[in-house]
Each structure stands twice: as structure tokens, then as C-alpha cells.
T-cell receptor
Framework: SAVISQKPSRDICQRGTSLTIQCQVD?????MFWYRQQPGQSLTLIAT?????????ESGFVIDKFPISRPNLTFSTLTVSNMSPEDSSIYLC?????????????FGPGTRLLVL | LAKTTQPISMDSYEGQEVNITCSHN???????ITWYQQFPSQGPRFIIQ???TKVTNEVASLFIPADRKSSTLSLPRVSLSDTAVYYC????????????FGGGTRVLVKP
């Protein structure tokens, strides 16, 4: 299994500013993912972040708005740039672990963002 | 990625067995079925994963019929702490296992 921590756990930001969310994994992993979850809604994948390569973004998400760093095998950051109230959401990171014949994604606790 | 359909919500009582059925009619040959549990203010937690027939672990059982167009998550003897949202996901078990989360099923366990 993997234990993932995220910082900050929550934040209130002004529109037009940027926030960087940190994701730390307690083991080395190749693949990490960033999701967004509106309160009461399901999760939407923002991007896949592999160490050593550029992040791959899903439809509707662009690098200029959500730049991602993946400097090593245990850490990633997601920046929410030029924020607007529509960016208010919960942002979660996850990592992929393989073991035996099973692949599992482990999730962090999420970062709750409110943009005023 | 195969789309999944689950009931929006289910109510149960402590000690009962809860069965949540997920439909995935266009599941592909290489797709696996994975279930996650999410409590409020927490990230989803892996419950169980399977490809066909039956899989059981210490938490739940997963039943998958031969045609694999549906699957049923079975939670034995639920307690109040099992109140959560349960997500059924279908995806390729390979590097890049992108998960597409559907709406999930909100399970409320009552005393």
C-alpha cells in the first residue's frame, strides 16, 4: 500500500492568484494522477504525471491552467493558476502501485480549495 | 473506457448484507473491474478488483458473471461505518490505468 499526504489540506484564495498543491508519497512510484472533485460529485481526472516526462492532460484541462511538476518518484505538485470561483473544488492526487496481478490507485486526502 | 451505471443510493441496516450492482455493457476484453469506497472529506479507498467469476478479500466480495457486462459488490454484515459512496470503475490493468469515475452509489447504513 501507499500513504499519500497533501498540502495544504484546505485554502481560501482570491481570484486571479495561483495555488500550488503538494503531494507526497511514502514510496517510489512511477505514475501519479491529479483529480478534481466538486462537493457531492464524482472525481474527474485532470492529468497523469509520470516521473521523467511531461504530464498528460485530459480533455478540458490545459497545462497553462494546471501546471504539474514531477521532480522525483515520491513527489508531485499541481498549480491552479489565475484562479476563479469556478476552480473551487477538492483536488486529489493518487499514485499507482502494482503488486502480484493487481494494480491499485491510492489516493491522498485531498485539498479543499475555495476561491473568492 | 467503458461506462458504468450504478444505483444512485441505497439504504441498509446494521448487520445486513449490501449488494451493489454495476452495469458495464461495453466492457473490453482487457478491462478489469475495480471498486472504491469514499468517506466524506477523504480520498477514495481501494476495496476490491477482479476480472471474472468471484473475488473475495477481508472487506468484500466481487461477483462477475461470465459475460462480464455487470458486477456486484457484496458487503457482508455492514456497520454504520460503512456509510460511504462506492464507485465501480472499469479500466485496463496496465501501466497508465486511467480510472474514469462514474456517479457512485451512496450507501447509508442505519442503526
Amino acid at each position: 500500500s501507499a500513504v499519500i499526504s497533501q498540502k495544504p489540506s484546505r485554502d481560501i484564495c482570491q481570484r486571479g492568484t495561483s495555488l500550488t498543491i503538494q503531494c507526497q508519497v511514502d514510496s517510489q512510484v512511477t505514475m501519479m494522477f491529479w483529480y478534481r472533485q466538486q462537493p457531492g460529485q464524482s472525481l474527474t481526472l485532470i492529468a497523469t504525471a509520470n516521473q521523467g516526462s511531461e504530464a498528460t492532460y485530459e480533455s478540458g484541462f490545459v497545462i497553462d491552467k494546471f501546471p504539474i511538476s514531477r521532480p522525483n518518484l515520491t513527489f508531485s505538485t499541481l498549480t491552479v493558476s489565475n484562479m476563479s470561483p469556478e476552480d473551487s473544488s477538492i483536488y486529489l492526487c493518487s499514485c499507482l502501485l502494482s503488486g502480484g496481478n493487481q494494480e491499485t490507485q491510492y489516493f491522498g486526502p485531498g485539498t479543499r480549495l475555495l476561491v473568492l | 473506457l467503458a461506462k458504468t451505471t450504478q444505483p444512485i443510493s441505497m439504504d441498509s441496516y446494521e448487520g445486513q448484507e449490501v449488494n451493489i450492482t454495476c452495469s458495464h455493457n461495453n466492457i473490453a476484453t482487457n478491462d478489469y473491474i475495480t471498486w472504491y469506497q469514499q468517506f466524506p472529506s477523504q480520498g477514495p479507498r481501494f476495496i476490491i478488483q477482479g476480472y471474472k467469476t468471484k473475488v473475495t478479500n477481508e472487506v468484500a466480495s466481487l461477483f462477475i458473471p461470465a459475460d462480464r457486462k455487470s458486477s456486484t459488490l457484496s458487503l457482508p454484515r455492514v456497520s454504520l461505518s460503512d456509510t460511504a459512496v462506492y464507485y465501480c470503475l472499469v479500466g485496463i490493468k496496465a501501466a497508465g490505468n486511467k480510472l474514469t469515475f462514474g456517479g457512485g452509489t451512496r450507501v447509508l447504513v442505519k442503526p
